[in-house]
């Protein structure tokens, strides 16, 4: 679905590319013994008891307490992730861009790979901009230690290439180090967003609506408030929940 929903794939060539890829989903299904999905909505897909889902969680040890910020400091946001369109990429630098000319003290870095040029000629005009830093890639090891010094976390997808209903990994990894979370409002984002309690949201693809939620968090009794999980146990949401059913799986393969 993501791949014939390609901003760069012609709409002829996507529609041609999707009935090829679900002709070849219906074979499989005849084919193979089993499937691993990543995602709960792929069961719409893959409508068969021989279907096992293992979500992509992240690996989390502990939960960090938020970081509190003295007066009259910078706000610091972090993106983790790829940078592309429809993730909500340019929406989240003009967001920043708009605040920080308007007075408002914060800083944006991103840890992430560029996937389209768009975004690599937009980093480009903006490399020598004091308020983003791009960091390059995080591995799994480092992402929890790393994000416990930020203040807030940014996950802007916008509503396309199959998004509106994925749990982005990323909402655990901020909600582990602490974070307050600023998320577009996409079904899945807003299910689990509010099961942590740990969210404020912006209607997705709109840069006034987000930067009015990066201007809500700046007061620091409130984001000090969304920062805090309230009522989710996060390790339900750990890897350590998804690793016994995957080694399960692989016992009964012959």
Request: charged residues 25%.
């Amino acid at each position: 679905y993501q791949l014939t929903r390609r901003d760069w794939i012609p709409a002829p060539i996507g529609f041609l590319l999707g009935l090829i890829i679900r002709v070849c989903e219906l074979i499989s299904l005849a084919v193979f013994d089993g499937f691993l999905l990543a995602e709960r909505w792929y069961q719409q897909v893959f409508r068969t008891r021989r279907c096992i889902t293992i979500l992509n969680f992240p690996l989390i040890n502990g939960v960090v307490e938020p970081v509190r910020r003295a007066p009259h400091t910078t706000l610091r946001i972090v993106y983790i992730g790829s940078l592309t369109v429809a993730r909500g990429s340019l929406d989240l630098l003009e967001a920043v861009k708009g605040l920080y000319r308007e007075g408002l003290d914060l800083a944006l870095d991103i840890y992430g790979k560029v996937d389209e040029r768009i975004i690599a000629i937009k980093l480009q005009e903006m490399e020598s901009k004091k308020w983003l830093n791009f960091k390059g890639w995080l591995s799994g090891n480092e992402v929890q230690d790393v994000l416990s010094h930020y203040h807030i976390g940014i996950s802007p997808l916008r509503n396309r290439s199959g998004y509106g209903h994925i749990w982005p990994t990323k909402l655990f990894e901020y909600s582990a180090a602490g974070l307050a979370i600023v998320a577009s409002n996409l079904p899945g984002t807003i299910e689990i967003l509010n099961e942590l309690g740990c969210g404020v949201f912006f209607k997705a693809a709109d840069v006034a609506s987000l930067r009015e939620a990066i201007v809500k968090l700046h007061d620091e009794d409130i984001r000090l408030k969304v920062a805090t999980i309230k009522s989710a146990d996060l390790r339900e949401y750990s890897w350590a929940s998804q690793e016994s059913k995957l080694l399960h799986l692989y016992s009964t393969l012959d």
